[in-house]
Nanobody, 124 residues
Framework: QVQLVESGGGLVQPGGSLRLSCAAS????????MGWFREAPGKEREFVAQ??????YYADSVKGRFTISRDKDKSSQYLQMNSLKPEDTAVYYC???????????????????WGQGTQVTVSS
């Protein structure tokens, strides 16, 4: 059974950093695309970052500040978030999609499994 569990969210001041983790079970990260999305109050869920077999994509709003990575030995995916801004406040979700894979940027509807989300609040 595929399961994703996020952690690492919290309250941070503007300019601060957080690292979100997504623990995966029931499948191998080697053959799955991994993505991060976020949903702010009153807004639609939006794409943040994607890693498919080492090919990465980032939303323009986070490019240069966020980094997606994975540790296959730990079956975990990470989102390192630096220089956080109040507008980064949202619930962050990790998601995954199995084979067949393509290297293009995926839409949220193409992801098969989702975590429960972790709250990130950027405020002074």
């Amino acid at each position: 059974q595929v399961q994703l569990v996020e952690s690492g969210g919290g309250l941070v001041q503007p300019g601060g950093s957080l690292r979100l983790s997504c623990a995966a079970s029931g499948f191998s990260l080697d053959y799955f695309a991994m993505g991060w999305f976020r949903e702010a109050p009153g807004k639609e869920r939006e794409f943040v970052a994607q890693d498919t077999l080492g090919t990465t994509y980032y939303a323009d709003s986070v490019k240069g500040r966020f980094t997606i990575s994975r540790d296959k030995d730990k079956s975990s995916q990470y989102l390192q978030m630096n220089s956080l801004k109040p507008e980064d406040t949202a619930v962050y979700y990790c998601a995954t999609k199995g084979p067949p894979l393509r290297l293009a940027k995926l839409t949220q509807w193409e992801y098969t499994y989702w975590g429960q989300g972790t709250q990130v609040t950027v405020s002074s």
